[in-house]
């Protein structure tokens, strides 16, 4: 099996014991992973967060970076290995190794290629946090998207009680619409199949939001909520949308567990994927 792990994953029990448990077992790593490790303080942080990983060494999978796969041409056929970053895959080995030891020399040199890749790292992460406007715009952000509903669909999902039967008409179109206005940008003049984009980054990353929307229009207002906290919900759906590719995920963060049922649920009985 191949699941996808968040930064919560990276000392876990569970993350041991799946490794563990078959050596055909392997741990997908994201690009936002790394981001978030290297973006905490302290080398000491960054060796910690990569021991597990070191001792399955053999078991880890990387992918590719999210702006390359978000460009992907959508295509059922060989989608899981084309998101994959084999050379880096290959290297992960060499990677930690090198990293162990640039730790462990204390050389001032090494310490500010470290230094190097945290601010990277931060600065990359304040690029999302400037844009978390767009995600929680009451209009037409995605993740405020809820409190645009009809009445008696908002008072459901606040009240718990079941949805109405006309809803997955709504969420199809709502996800299905963000969704043609990303791809007419990545991919200007070319008609894509519906049954293609079910199967590209775009369209998984956008069913997530659209999960973890849910959860927002349940329990509060987003266009209120820190900005910080909002970037944190998004940087989670990238993890959400990777899994639906895999096997599923490890992570010990509990509203990202219900983030990724609840999508792959959406993907199951609104869109027909498996």
């Not at 409190?147 to 996800?175: C, G, K, Q, W």
Request: proline letters at 5%; charged letters at 25%.
């Amino acid at each position: 099996m191949r699941k996808v792990i968040d930064v919560s994953a990276f000392e876990s029990e569970q993350l041991e014991s799946f490794l563990r448990a078959s050596p055909a077992n392997r741990a997908v790593l994201t690009d936002y992973a790394g981001l978030e490790t290297f973006q905490r303080n302290g080398p000491q942080y960054i060796q910690r967060a990569f021991s597990m990983l070191k001792a399955y060494d053999n078991q880890v999978v990387v992918l590719n970076p999210t702006a390359h796969n978000s460009r992907l041409r959508p295509k059922r056929k060989g989608i899981e290995s084309r998101l994959i970053d084999e050379r880096s895959t290959k290297g992960f080995r060499t990677f930690v190794q090198h990293l162990e030891e640039l730790i462990s020399s204390r050389d001032s040199r090494a310490l500010e290629q470290l230094e190097a890749k945290r601010r990277k790292a931060v600065a990359q992460m304040d690029r999302l946090l400037a844009d978390v406007t767009k995600l929680n715009h009451p209009r037409d952000g995605i993740l405020a998207i809820g409190l645009n509903y009809p009445p008696e669909l908002l008072d459901a999902i606040r009240a718990r009680r079941p949805l109405p039967p006309d809803f997955h008409e709504t969420a199809a179109s709502h996800v299905l619409q963000i969704t043609r206005a990303t791809m007419d940008k990545l991919f200007p003049g070319v008609k894509l199949a519906v049954e293609d984009v079910f199967y590209s980054f775009p369209f998984r990353f956008n069913l997530a939001m659209y999960s973890m929307n849910f959860f927002w229009t349940a329990t509060g207002d987003v266009t209120t909520a820190p900005a910080k906290k909002v970037r944190n919900d998004a940087t989670d759906m990238t993890y959400v949308a990777y899994a639906t590719f895999f096997d599923g995920i490890i992570t010990d963060d509990s509203k990202l567990a219900a983030a990724y049922n609840l999508t792959k649920g959406f993907l199951r009985t609104v869109f027909r994927v498996e």
